[in-house]
């Protein structure tokens, strides 16, 4: 498993966090573990899925810019586009399909049940109709939301579709302007909330956090905060002891949180706007601390590690996509078969997907996404309408001799 020389390892080892810290927010419910019910244990798997989901977003904006920050012609924002959507879309298709699948046919003919929560986030509340089946699909849930779809599943592919759809006029119109980055990104934001205002749709808040997050990434590469000196030790360690505070202080306040009014005398409705920008700023705020933390830290530790640790982090961080997008449906289906076939108590069940399902989710995933370029690009190939013209003719032409 070799580690291309020129990978900057620090991003693998973020990744590598990340996705590991997803999926640790997810099992507990995923395994109807008692304790994910309880709601201290809830609050703290809320951070621990933030902060995942920070990595991720943040990693995105650091690494798109890093790699497509000339986009000036129309050819260059069309080759963007197509290779952003033959990275997501394949596998993501892949995973929607088996979602339906098995909350739809194969769940009930086991005469089982999942957890609420559990199923909504793998097909919605209500379920979907068919309107919803072809908006998830476009990936357009987060952007039609919640006018026109129920509940923004997988909210993840259509917030990071919209960061991804709203880069190029980021990167054209910043030209190479740190304060234009800024500048533009807070027009585009203020957009997305007129558009929620007026017409009732993106109004999914994890678009607005990580958004932010994601633009909070451009910028770093931008400005070369990590690697120019900007970030000392001391600001790492002011960032950690202030998202520490924050946490216990809320905690202990129960203050910002979701949905919570705030008082600012212009009617109940503009009560709860506020309060639900006060929330989401705190949640961007400690999102924020935590990646500088997380970067520093990362940067500073990846040129001391050893070949093997440098592999190991590199086969998480390629393995994390479809890690992400196949977990939940993974562990979920693992114990299912495991209960049946297995006298063992649920703990040891438990244990098993963990220590042993999971490596081997990781592995399948890590060879899955070495493997999907050549055959994404083969089978593009051979739909491509000349292509596939030349193919028929040559069928045909069998077939009559």
Known sequence: MPMPAKRLKELDILRALGIFLIVFYHLPEDLALPLSQDPAVRAALGYVGLFGMALFFFLSGFSIDLNNRGLITQTDVSRFFYKRMKRIYPLYWVSLIISFLAILVIIPALHVSLLPTLQASLLGQNGLSQSDVMI????????????????????????????????PPIAYFSKNDVRRVILVSAIL???????????????????????????????ANRANLFYNGAITNRLVASCALIVTFLIFAQAALNYPRDGAPLDVGLGPGLNNLAGSGVYLVYLTTISLLFVVVAFYVAKARSPRLGSRAGAFFFFAAVASYSVFLFSQQFVVGLQFALQRVLPFGELEIAAIVVFVGL?????????????????????????????LREHLRHTLLRRER
Not at 144 to 156: D, G
Not at 360 to 384: D, G, H, T
């Open 136 to 167: 998830c699909l476009l990936g357009a849930q987060v952007l039609l939301y919640p006018r026109f779809i129920n509940m923004p599943n997988r909210w993840f592919i259509g917030t990071i579709l919209i960061c991804y759809l709203l880069y």
């Open 189 to 219: 934001f203020l957009c997305l909330v007129a558009a929620y205002i007026v017409f009732n749709v993106v109004g999914d808040v994890h678009l607005y956090i990580y958004f932010c997050v994601f633009t909070a990434g451009i910028i």
């Open 359 to 387: 490596p081997v989710l990781f592995a399948i995933s890590y060879y899955e996404q070495r493997a999907e370029p050549k055959a994404v690009n083969k089978i593009l190939e051979f739909i491509r309408p000349t292509v």
